[in-house]
Nanobody, 124 residues
């Protein structure tokens, strides 16, 4: 059974940084691509970043390029999203998900392949 648990969210001022973690169990990180998604109130869920199962490819939403970095530690079964220079428009619930294909299209993510989410709020 796939299980993904996000942590690391919180309240941060504009320009600040946060590092999100996604701890996985029930599978190994060399079997799935892992994506980070976010959903703000009243908006659709959008893909933020994805890392391939081999770890050699990454993909980012244009608005977070050069500010966010996705990485993973296979030994710890954990995927990270380092977020810097945060902006108020980054405020959302952030989810990680296991995808059968890179770059983590939604149609390749099963309903039971999502974490519960962690809230990120960027505000002064």
């Amino acid at each position: 059974q796939l299980q993904l648990v996000e942590s690391g969210g919180g309240l941060v001022q504009p320009g600040g940084s946060l590092r999100l973690s996604c701890a996985v169990s029930g599978f190994t990180l060399d079997y799935y691509a892992i994506g980070w998604f976010r959903q703000a109130p009243g908006k659709e869920r959008e893909g933020v970043a994805c890392i391939s199962k081999s770890g050699d490819r990454t993909n980012y939403l244009d608005s977070v390029k050069d500010r966010f970095t996705i990485s993973k530690d296979n030994a710890k079964n954990t995927v990270f999203l380092q977020m810097s220079n945060l902006k108020p428009e980054d405020t959302a619930v952030y989810y990680c998900a296991a995808a059968m294909s890179f770059p983590c299209p939604l149609r390749y993510i099963g309903a039971n392949s999502w974490g519960q989410g962690t809230q990120v709020t960027v505000s002064s």
